[in-house]
Structure formats: C-alpha cells, structure tokens
C-alpha cells in the first residue's frame, strides 16, 4: 500500500525508536487521501457531504504503551475494523482495504509517529462528495486514520456520579443505533452535556421504550448477587468491543453468570454494582445515579476484580488473551 513507501516498509523499522519528543499534531501522521501525510496538510472542502449531513462512521481503537515490556500495544484491531465495515455497509460505503490491512496500516501509522505513550486512534469513512443533497446513494467516499496520545475520557478513579438524561437514545428505526455514525452522535452531545451541566460526570439514556439503554458513549452493567446483567444488543445500543471483552472475563475468569435482557432504571437505584465500559471510557464504575448511592456508595469489590484483570489484559499481561494486543514495535 502507499502508507508502506511513507515509513519504510512497515516491518519494525522503528523498533528502536528513539525517545518520543512532545506531541505536535501538526506534523503528525495522519492517513489521508491514500498515504501518510502530516497533518497540517489534510484538508476537506466547505461542501463536503459528511460535514453537512453526518454521513460518515468511525471506530475509537486504543493502543496502550507497557514500559515494562516497552512495547505499544493496540487492542482488539481487527474486531474495531470488522465493526468500521459493518457501520460503513449501513451507510453504502465500502473500505478500500481489507482487515489484515487496516491493522497493518495502523501499525505503521503508530511507528511513523513515535508513539510510546498511550494512543487513541481514530479511522473515519465519510461520504467525501462536495455536493448538496441530502442522500447516501451516487456519492463519493474515503476513508482517513487519525491517531494522538490520550489518557483518560473520564476520570473514574473513585468512580463517576450519573443522571438518567432526559434525552431517549436514537431508536435503530430512526437511525442505526449499532453503527458507529458521526451524525446520531448529537444524541450523545445532547445527553452528556446535560449530564455534565447538571453537576454529574455522565449521563445513562433509555430506550424509546423506557429501558435502560447505554451511557451518553458507554455500554453499561449492573451486578446483582454476582449476576453480570447487560442490556441486550436490540435495546438500542452499539454493540461494545470492550462489552464483550468484560462479558468474556466474566464469564471465562471469574467464573460468574452473564445475562443480556432489559433493565429498568430504578434497577440501577439497587444494584449492587454499576459501572459503564468502552474503548473511550475504558472500566469506569458508577457509585451515584440521580443522586441514590449505588452499593455502599464506594467502587465494589467485582468492580474492583473485572478492572483489574482488563487493565492486564489490554496491556499484555495475560497469554491467555495476548492475541487481542497487537505489538507495534
């Protein structure tokens, strides 16, 4: 592919990387319009259709550095790119590269940059047409892959305080609420700046129907007497990666029961445990929603074990799962 002239190749020609220098987005790498380029010249048109009409999909994929191993690590790359040609399907647009390629490309995006620090990547397909006209049919398309160091999307230390927003999450039959499409992402601004305004950290939507649904940008959990309970996948929520990761360890590691069904919203007034997950947010626990403690009020100890065991496993740490971390050094 093009990317492989930009950095040499892409076969561990950074390995031994020197040390990296404060991050300048400007001169960054990005993948735009076929090869890398930095990033000061990328450039979209005033008419560029995604930007008019929200008609493009992305995938939020993490890469996370281990000193101890020196190695950058991203998580779950083809299941993120699987997913990216799914919500690109729902908009009729089609990758240009295959899976195995997208994650080689993004290694080598990561080696051009230097990265050796925690990396948010972000590939985006957008209806690339400079036209009028509001359609998916007969237009134009690309796709770009953008990356930056990143910490944490919300800070979760003690756990995080949720209102249930007055906004309804967008319904499949309005638009699809499984893809991962730019322009129904207003119905999680909406959410999580009432959320935010109202002196908590983040919201909890609900159905059309009244169910619990997801976070303004998480899936979501409860525990009751050791029973993982998640809302199903045609409750209206995206089908998390990092869902079915902690349903995985649940189950495989713990050794405890998983149950996908409905969730009423005073369930999460008695639940033992609350917590929301995702590649942005990561394991974040919920102690308060709409002002009632969740449990004692404090992280709970299932919380306390599932966070733990994830935090080894996207870092390397377990054999057992070491296929999802794709080294890029």
């Known amino acids: 592919m093009e990317a492989a002239e930009t950095t040499g190749g892409g076969t561990g020609v950074l390995e031994q990387a020197a040390p990296e220098a404060p991050f300048e987005r400007d001169s960054a790498l990005v993948y ?25 999909c992305f995938e939020g994929i993490r890469a996370h550095w281990n000193p101890a191993r020196a190695q950058l690590y991203i998580f779950r790359a083809a299941e993120h790119y699987d997913r990216l040609a799914q919500s690109a399907h729902i908009l009729q647009m089609k990758l240009p590269l295959s899976t195995e390629q997208l994650c080689a490309l993004t290694r080598e995006l990561l080696q051009a940059n230097r990265f050796h620090a925690d990396v948010y990547i972000r590939p985006l397909v957008y209806k690339s047409s400079e036209e009028i006209g509001v359609r998916l049919h007969g237009l134009e398309h690309d796709l770009l892959v953008y990356a ?14 949720c209102m249930v927003s007055s906004w309804r999450r967008v319904d499949d039959n309005a638009a699809p609420a499984r893809a991962k499409i730019t322009g129904t992402y207003i ?7 009432e959320a935010v ?6 919201a909890i939507v609900l159905g059309q129907d009244g169910h619990v649904s997801e976070g303004s940008a998480e899936n979501l959990f409860i525990v009751r007497k050791g029973t993982l309970i998640t809302p199903s996948v045609s409750d209206n929520i995206l089908e998390g990666i990092t869902r079915s990761t902690l349903m995985q360890l649940w189950s495989e590691d713990l050794g405890l029961p998983v149950v996908e069904r409905s969730i009423d919203r005073t ?17 974040t626990p919920v102690v308060e929603v709409d002002r009632r403690t969740v449990g004692s009020g404090r992280i709970g100890p299932y919380s306390e074990a599932l966070g733990r065991l994830y935090s080894k496993v996207i870092m390397g740490e377990v054999e057992k799962y070491r296929e999802w971390c794709l080294p890029v050094y």
Do not use: W
């Open 32 to 56: 735009f319009r076929g090869q890398l380029r930095p990033y000061r010249e990328c450039g979209l048109g005033p008419m560029t259709h995604a930007l008019h009409y929200g008609t493009a």
């Open 148 to 161: 930056q160091p990143f910490g944490h999307y919300i800070e979760a230390a003690a756990g995080v305080r």
């Open 187 to 193: 119905n999680a601004a909406l959410a999580k700046s």
């Open 197 to 202: 305004e109202n002196g908590y950290d983040e």
């Open 267 to 283: 369930e999460l007034y008695i639940a033992d445990e609350v917590f929301l997950c995702g590649t942005g947010a990561q394991f």
